[in-house]
Every structure is written in C-alpha cells, then in structure tokens.
C-alpha cells in the first residue's frame, strides 16, 4: 500500500516570501501521479498543482512550484511570494497510474500554514 | 459549468439512526468518489464510483455503502451510526476516473450525538 507523510504539521510564511512544503511518500510502482490541493477555511478542496512520475520536469503553476525527487520519493512545494489568501491547509496526495486503482487518492496529514502580514 | 454540489450541507443525527449524503457531480462526469475526513484520522477513501459500478472500496465497515445513478450523482448511506463516524464528508468528480483532475464539492459535516 502507498503511504504519504507530511512531516510539518504547521508552517508560517511573512507576506511576500517564499515558504516550501515537504511531503515523502512510499510505493513500489513506477508510474504514478502526485498533487498538493489546498484547503481553505471553507473547507473545499482547490488542486494547487499534479506532477506525473514520468515527466522529470517539475511542474509550476504561476506562484506555485514543485521539486520533484523520483529517486528520494520527495514531493515539496514551494510558494513564492506569499499571500494572505495563501494561507490554508495544505495535503499532498498520491494516485496510482494504474487503471484499477480509479480516482483514488492517498492523502498526507496535511501542513496548516499561516501567512504573516 | 456548475461545480460539484453536495446536500445537506450539515447534519445532525443521533447514534444508531442512519443517513444519507447525496453528491452531484460535474456535468458530464462519470466518477465519484467519496472521503471522510477526521481530525484524528485525516482524509480516508471510502469508495469510488464509475458508470454506476463501484470501482474501488476504502477499509470501511459494512455500515458504509454507495450507489451512483443513471445521471452519475451519487449517494452514500451510513447505517447504525456511531459518533466516530462525525467527521466531514467529501465528495469528488473527475472525467472518466482516469483524469489528472478530480473536482472536490463543499463537503457535509456530520455530526453524530
């Protein structure tokens, strides 16, 4: 079974820098999908950004960027320039590429962060 | 395009009754998966549904049961409730189940007494 672990439960960023997120996971198939999805206040969960194990390229949406370790099993993302919106509750979760395994997602505990004015 | 919509939004029930959650996904998706979410034990698969067929099933006791319809909504039921099983419930759509991109509804909040 796959396992993923978000060492930090807590992090803090001051407004307008740069924070990173860790997360390691645990499996032992080769093809596979990765995200961080945010969640908020609200409670409804935003995917933030996916990277698939195949591509060595690290995925970046705007702000948003990931550091991409196959080898280490290391999935962090980093946030620059930290808003005030940033701040929230942030889960990294793995999917299996496989098409038996479906839409299943395989969650963090997730890594609360707090943006400082 | 609606998102993914969830009712009720809250609710309360009392130990032993039994309760139904209704999802409705995206239109023109196909999958739906469900999740609980605890503090305690974090975010947990319950089941996923594609084309009215459960895909794959979570390690839930029995008392957890789904269903999709024709229209691809969904609906879970929790039998002889327990207060353990207080906790947010999330429901998510994707495509065909093979997407890169699931889509999260607002969640209900359960409440057991």
């Known amino acids: 079974a796959q396992t993923v672990t978000q060492s930090q439960p807590e992090m803090s960023v001051q407004e307008a820098e740069t924070v990173t997120l860790s997360c390691t996971y645990d499996t032992s198939e080769s093809d596979y999908y990765l995200f961080w999805y945010k969640q908020p206040p609200s409670r409804q969960m935003i995917l933030v950004i996916r990277q698939e194990a195949y591509k060595q390229q690290n995925a970046t949406e705007n702000r948003f960027s990931v550091n991409f370790q196959k080898a280490a099993k290391s999935f962090s993302l980093k946030i620059s320039d930290s808003q005030l919106g940033d701040a929230a509750m942030y889960f990294c979760a793995y999917r299996s590429a496989g098409k038996s395994s479906g839409d299943k997602l395989t969650f963090g505990t997730g890594t609360r962060l707090a943006v400082r004015p | 395009k609606a998102g993914v919509t969830q009712t009720p939004r809250y609710l309360i029930k009392t130990r032993g009754q039994q309760v139904t959650l209704s999802c409705s996904p995206i239109s023109g998706h196909r999958s739906v998966s469900w999740y609980q979410q605890t503090p305690g034990q974090g975010l947990q698969f319950l089941f996923e549904?594609?084309?009215?067929?459960?895909?794959n099933k979570g390690n839930f006791p029995g008392r957890f049961s789904g269903r999709q319809f024709s229209n691809s909504r969904s609906e879970m039921n929790v039998s002889t409730l327990e207060l353990g099983d207080s906790a947010l419930y999330l429901c998510a759509s994707s495509l065909n189940g093979q997407a890169y991109e699931q889509y999260f509804g607002p969640g209900t909040r359960l409440t057991v007494t």
């Open positions: 549904y594609f084309s009215e067929t459960q895909r």
